[in-house]
């Protein structure tokens, strides 16, 4: 089987330009572009799309397949996903957005060639294409407001593959490249303190003072320094003493 290494989002039945272009947005902005459109409304091409797709986001419409119905659309996959906040009647299994991106990678890196379909925005998909698909996505929202915008949905979804597939750390620092302290500039920092606190009489009484200078070393390992830090953490205890003397 061929590798198609991203989903093909498809739009039944869209409404307005507006929400294919916006869609169409949501999907660029993570580096997904396969977008085929059912039965759109108000036919196709569409100006309204193409200037809310703003630019770049309008190679993905010049290259949107356009299908009359939802079984010629979705013919050449594998495997198909409907989102849904509906559909429970039906005997399907219900995916969250993550677990469906999960899923959605493991079989696309078998070769699959995997499909999301999107309802329109007034009502959303009818039973009559969730039953062509193989499994439902649901958004856990708000069940007292679970209506979503068409983009949103989109832009949920597009979110979940790309993260799964992201080498962007979790958490980020912020250190905008610094270098960080290596053990023996923590070590030669901790021996700094140690002595002028020593002198100062920091350290009392004498019973606590191998506790507090261990306390006090584990408090510079713990905080993660950078070479900077520790040359102004060397500078600041120079600048008092020197004050003081």
Known sequence: MTSHPTPVFILIRPQMGENIGAAARA??????????????????????????????????????????????????????????????????????????????????????RVGVMFGPERTGLENDDIIRANAIITVPVNPEFFSLNLAQAVLLTAYEFARQGSEAPAIDPGLAGAEMANALEIEKLGDHYEERLDQAGFFFPAGKAPMMKRNLRNMWSRFGLTRADVQTLHGMLRQLLRQRD
């Open 27 to 112: 999907m660029l902005n993570f580096a997904l572009s396969t977008l085929r459109l059912v039965d759109p409304r108000d036919g196709w091409p569409n100006p309204k799309a193409v200037a809310m797709a703003s630019g770049a986001a309008g190679k993905v419409l010049d290259h949107a397949g356009v299908f009359p119905t939802t079984a010629e659309a979705i013919a050449d996959c594998d495997f198909v996903f409907a989102t849904t906040a509906r559909g429970r009647e039906l005997t399907k299994p219900i995916y969250t957005p993550e677990a469906a991106m999960a899923e959605a990678r493991a079989r696309i890196a078998a070769g699959q």
